[in-house]
C-alpha cells in the first residue's frame, strides 16, 4: 500500500517538475502560467459564487447524464440478453455511436437539439453504448448452470433479479460506469464549450481562452481530473465492497 501511493506521489511531482521546467523554457507568463498562479486562480473557483455555481452545474449534469444512461443501458442490455431480435435490431446503431467521431455527433445533435440541450443529449449518446454492451456481454456470459438452479428453486423475477443476476453481473457494470465516467466529463466539457452552455466548464475554458486567462484554463482543467477521480475512486469503492 506504501509503495503503491509513494509511485503516485513520485508520478504528481514529477508532472510539476515538468511544469516548471515547461513554464521556465517558455519564459511566457500569459502562454504558460506558473504554478503559483494556477492554484490562485484553482482557489478562486471554490469562493467565488459565479464559479462555485459554473463546476456544480456541469457537475450535476454529469450525475445526471450518467444515471440516465446507466438506467436505460442496463435495461436495454438485459431486454437484449432475453431477445435475440432486439440485440440485432440494436447492433447497427450501437456499433455506429461507437465509431462516429465525436465531433460529428456534437455538430449534428447541436444543430438538431439546440445549445442547450445538445450537452446532454451528445453526451448521453457516447455513454449509453459502454454500459448497454457491457450489460449485454455480462449478462449472456453467466453460466446456464446457476440459472436453471434459481428456475428450479424459485421462478420469482425478483429473486433472480436479487440473487442472481445482480450479484453476478454487479462488477462487470460498475466495470462499464468506470469507464464511462471519464469518457462523459470529457464529451461533456467538449459539448459544453463548443455550444458555449451558459453555467458550465465548458463555458468557463472558451471565456478563459477568449480572455487569455490562461491560468484559469489550467485551473478548469485541474477542478474536471480532481472531479473525475472523485467519481472514479467512488466506483472503485463500490467494486472494492463487491468483492469483498
Known amino acids: 500500500m506504501i509503495k503503491k501511493y509513494s509511485i503516485q506521489i513520485s ?77 440485432k435490431f ?9 465509431t462516429v467521431p465525436v465531433i460529428s455527433v456534437i455538430v449534428i445533435l447541436m444543430i438538431l437539439f439546440g445549445f442547450r440541450v445538445s450537452p446532454y443529449v451528445v453526451t448521453f449518446i457516447m455513454v449509453f453504448p459502454i454500459v448497454y454492451q457491457q450489460t449485454l456481454d455480462s449478462i449472456k456470459s453467466i453460466d446456464q448452470a446457476y440459472l436453471d438452479v434459481y428456475h428450479l428453486e424459485n421462478n420469482s423475477l425478483y429473486t433472480m433479479l436479487r440473487f442472481c443476476y445482480i450479484p453476478l453481473v454487479k462488477h462487470q457494470l460498475l466495470t462499464g460506469l468506470l469507464q464511462s465516467a471519464g469518457l462523459g466529463i470529457k464529451v461533456l466539457v467538449m459539448t459544453e464549450y463548443l455550444a458555449q452552455t451558459p453555467k458550465s466548464i465548458g463555458y468557463a475554458l472558451y471565456m478563459s481562452r477568449v480572455n487569455l486567462q490562461y491560468d484559469f484554463v489550467f485551473a478548469w482543467t485541474i477542478l474536471m481530473i480532481i472531479i473525475t477521480i472523485l467519481i472514479e475512486s467512488w466506483i472503485r469503492r463500490q467494486q472494492h465492497n463487491f468483492l469483498t
Not at 511544469?19 to 482557489?43: G, K
Not at 463546476?55 to 435495461?75: H, Q
Open 11 to 87: 508520478a504528481i511531482f514529477l508532472g510539476f517538475i515538468l511544469w516548471i521546467v515547461l513554464y521556465l523554457l517558455i519564459n511566457q507568463p500569459l502562454l504558460m502560467p506558473s504554478i503559483s498562479d494556477t492554484f490562485i486562480a484553482f482557489s478562486k473557483l471554490f469562493y467565488i459564487e459565479s464559479y462555485v455555481v459554473t463546476w456544480i452545474s456541469t457537475a450535476l449534469r454529469l450525475v445526471i447524464i450518467l444515471a440516465a444512461s446507466t438506467g436505460f443501458g442496463i435495461i436495454l442490455g438485459a431486454i437484449s440478453s432475453r431477445k435475440h431480435i432486439v440485440e
Open 90 to 98: 440494436l447492433a447497427p446503431y450501437i456499433t455506429i455511436l461507437r
